[in-house]
């Protein structure tokens, strides 16, 4: 018997002596904790155990492709790869205890890209690749853990989100649910030259709030409603014999049938209607209310941003502000994900933004000068949470710096006051004073444009500091032009400018994911903290922020959210859109750990803060955590390459 056969034997005898342990064990991770008994049985009796000292080879490129698939039993294995000929090996992953690999090469019949080193004395579990189809082929978890990899999991992850919150709220439909199952009805529709007194009788007897009107080809082409009607009457000559033509809402806003309920909310929030026209191949085939939505189990969105929209002094407002943690407790309870919450907290701090600024404009009166209240950071980029502070500044026109300073010294006072009316409802004073009331940010659109000019032209600490604040800007209430003559500008200089690309990227380099070779988390301690913790937010969010930022501002990309960068990035063939998928499931996935925290925090009446102990999670979710943190060292790592740092 050779050496090879021996360790063969040995390695069988011992997965048979101890297969019950073994299931146990595996039943602890998953996917294993998600399989049928007989499918994971029939999986543990066809591994071997095998050990690996510290350093060895596992499994590398040279081996040609891959016939078996390895779970780590005990110990440490890490990825290394070379990035070029003759170029030194860089570590590319860690997989632990419970995790298993190389699912890719060996999906793809294909060598591995990497070598697998036991980073210490390892033990795995191997099962041969005749055995790795047999499992993939009876077990449907396996499959799609296999075919799908973190994607698997991180759906078992939002399963367990929308569990823990339904726990308490209940939930008969899903902020994902199809409009085409709302919209329970037939349309009510009439023609373009349909008399004003029919089609409201024809509205009354069918008992609807709204009709639409449509062509030859049933193609919606205007919508009538309740408060067209109610203009309608409050004029002094009204004609009822005059179509409806004259007195419809032309262009009505359409979503396909299959858009979810959520996208039909985030429209009526943002564009202030009640009704969304459903369309099929440019067809009507339906129409969502907001009061369709509203049998969503309380998820009142539309009818809170409205409330204010409208309220009648501060007070009301701060009140209301309470509401919205609330909101989001019954979102996550409906199936809302990070990135749909986020962008409705963005949207209800907009109103709430502007009513603020209406109401201190009707109690100071008018400054007689027209502004644009702008903003900053992550509201710049919709990426909002329920904990956050002021970043904003004010835009105007000038002609000189003479007539600049004399508007300066008439909006600055109102600034202020818009300032601390907003700390009132829950908006903290920006600690660096990146707020409208700072004179250096009431600015003509001269004076911003000669700013952002000097930042990437200087080369200091400051310029790359302001760049990433003030370069994720955005228009919340007056006139956007002047904002998108800025953000045009912004995109033209940094794409002609390697120079400045290359400090954006060192800059960006700066903040690194808290994950290391000999530990699953690299933890620290903050102030008087008993506990080491991470910063979610400035080792986790970060480096796929400003990674995003730089990409999208070289390559004259205009989007300000990151997950939309990403995307662009991809679409324009900058990024592999596979990278571009795995970096928007793990920015996803940090910022819902982050989210997830914040509403613990405000349950149990505790400051907010960004910093979390990794002991606190459950496997899952630290097994997810440390991938995706490992996501933001590949983008980091693709970003040292590209600038050559």
């Known amino acids: 018997m050779s050496q090879q056969d021996a360790f063969d034997q040995a390695g069988k005898t ?44 596992i499994v590398k490129p040279a081996d040609g492709p891959v016939a078996h698939f390895f779970i780590v039993k005990q110990g440490r294995v890490v990825g290394e790869r070379q990035q070029a000929p003759g170029a030194d090996t860089t570590p590319t992953f860690e997989i632990t205890t419970g995790e298993c690999f190389p699912l890719a090469a060996l999906l793809g019949e294909r060598a591995t890209r990497t070598e697998h080193l036991a980073g210490e004395d390892t033990f795995c579990l ?38 823990r919150a339904a726990q308490t709220l209940g939930t008969q439909y899903s902020l994902n649910t199809p409009l085409a199952e709302l919209a329970m009805r037939h349309p009510v529709v009439c023609a373009a030259d349909t008399p004003v007194r029919d089609a409201v009788r024809h509205m009354h007897e069918q008992q609807v709030g709204s009709i639409v009107i449509v062509d030859g080809q049933r193609t919606p082409c205007g919508i009538f409603t309740l408060r067209d009607l109610r203009q309608v009457v409050a004029e002094a000559n009204v004609e009822l014999d005059a179509p409806i033509a004259r007195y419809m809402t032309a262009s009505p806003f359409c979503l396909h049938a299959q858009a979810s309920a959520f996208d039909a909310a985030l429209a009526m929030t943002e564009r202030h209607i009640a009704h969304v026209c459903l369309v099929d191949h440019g067809r009507l085939c339906g129409v969502v209310s907001e009061r369709d939505l509203f049998s969503l189990q309380r998820i009142d969105l539309v009818h809170l941003a409205r409330t204010i929209r409208h309220a009648p002094r501060l007070e009301t407002l701060i009140a209301l502000r309470g509401e919205i943690g609330q909101l989001v407790e019954r979102m996550l309870a409906h199936g809302a994900s990070s990135t749909q919450i986020t962008q409705i907290v963005t949207l209800l701090n907009d109103h709430t933004v502007c009513r603020v600024i209406e109401l201190t404009l009707a109690e100071q009166g008018d400054p007689g000068v027209p502004f644009t209240w702008l903003c900053f950071g992550s509201e710049g980029r919709r990426e909002q949470t329920l904990y956050t502070d002021q970043d ?39 600690p660096g004073n990146v707020m409208a009331g700072n004179p250096e940010l009431c600015l003509s659109r001269m004076e911003w444009a000669r700013r952002f000019a000097g930042f990437v032209r200087e080369a200091s600490p400051e310029s790359l500091l302001g760049s990433t604040i003030y370069f994720d800007l955005r228009a919340v209430w007056g006139d956007e032009q002047g904002c998108e003559q800025l953000r045009q500008g912004i995109l033209a200089q940094v794409a002609d400018n390697r120079l400045f690309q290359r400090m954006l990227a060192e800059n960006a380099l700066r903040q690194r994911p808290p994950v290391g070779r000999l530990r699953d988390f690299v933890l620290t301690r903050q102030g008087h903290d008993k506990t080491a913790t991470l910063d979610l937010k400035v080792q986790g969010l970060t480096p796929f922020v400003d990674g995003a930022r730089l990409l999208a501002l070289a390559h004259g990309i205009g989007a300000n959210n990151t997950l939309e960068r990403l995307r662009q990035l991809a679409q324009c063939e900058v990024i592999d859109a596979l990278d571009a998928a795995a970096f928007e499931e793990a920015y996803h996935f940090i910022q819902q750990t982050r989210m997830q925290q914040h509403q613990r925090q405000s349950r149990d009446n505790q400051p907010y803060s960004n910093r979390l102990d990794p002991d606190s999670l459950n496997h899952l979710d630290r097994r997810i955590l440390r991938e995706s943190l490992r996501q933001a060292q590949r983008l980091q790592s693709s970003l040292a390459l590209r600038y050559r740092l």
């Open 14 to 57: 011992a997965v048979r002596q101890n297969i019950l342990g073994l299931l146990q064990f595996l039943q602890r991770f998953p996917p294993f904790n998600q399989m049928e008994h007989g499918h994971l049985a029939y999986l543990v009796e066809q591994c071997q155990l095998r050990f690996y000292a510290s350093g060895e080879s």
């Open 392 to 430: 904003n500044g004010i835009l105007f026109e000038a002609a000189d710096a003479s007539e600049a300073e004399a508007v300066r010294f008439r909006l600055l006072p109102l600034a202020r006051l818009i300032n601390q009316q907003l700390a009132r409802c829950g908006f903290s004073l920006c």
């Open 126 to 163: 191997q099962l041969h690749k005749t055995a790795f189809v047999r499992v993939f082929s009876l077990s449907e978890v396996f499959r799609d853990f296999a075919l799908r990899g973190v994607s698997s999991l991180l759906d078992q992850i939002n399963q367990q989100v929308r569990q």
